[in-house]
């Protein structure tokens, strides 16, 4: 039987009273994180590791790469693709030389009331806005921002506390600034 990270096992108690009986697991929902998987071969791993790294890459290139022929590696981008592996390609800008100097991390704490539909909504239309997380425990979100300078971010914050009419009510805020980036192997 195949189990997800959704189920956990409860054993089967023998009716019969025989301890020698083999108890059997069954499976039993403990949460709703269900994500399905795609059943994907080394090659497609490796073709993904390789649009990764590059994603301007050709079909010749990438099937030269992985040891498959162009319409061969065409046909599993094209696979990859359809199924929703690869959602996109993507340009890596310098935020700095396009004058984001500042990038930090606010944490923000909600009315003890907010839901978390409101939560995903505080923030979605700050255009400084690169990522926001909503979390399990304290803080209740996580946003990250890039921003020109100190005043700017100061600006921000103080939109997030003032919020918008008739949204989420912030009622706390806390700033951290990043000195330094390192991505991490699975930054991709």
Do not use: W
């Amino acid at each position: 039987m195949f189990l997800s990270g959704r189920d956990t096992l409860k054993p089967i108690v023998s009716r019969s009273g025989n301890d020698d009986e083999i108890a059997k697991p069954t499976a039993r929902r403990r949460y709703d994180l269900f994500v399905p998987t795609s059943n994907i071969d080394s090659t497609d791993r490796h073709i993904i590791d390789v649009l990764v790294e590059d994603a301007r890459r050709s079909a010749s290139e990438v099937g030269r790469i992985v040891g498959l022929s162009p319409p061969a590696a065409k046909r599993r981008i094209n696979r990859l693709e359809a199924d929703g592996l690869i959602r996109g390609y993507t340009a890596k800008l310098d935020h700095r030389l396009m004058g984001e100097h500042i990038e930090a991390f606010i944490e923000l704490r909600f009315a003890p009331a907010t839901q978390v539909a409101e939560i995903d909504t505080a923030v979605s239309t700050l255009p400084e806005v690169v990522e926001s997380f909503t979390l399990a425990g304290d803080p209740d979100s996580l946003i990250q921002v890039r921003v020109r300078d100190l005043e700017h971010l100061k600006s921000v914050v103080d939109r997030i506390r003032r919020g918008r009419r008739g949204g989420p009510k912030v009622i706390a805020t806390r700033t951290v600034i990043v000195l330094g980036r390192t991505p991490g192997p699975a930054a991709n």
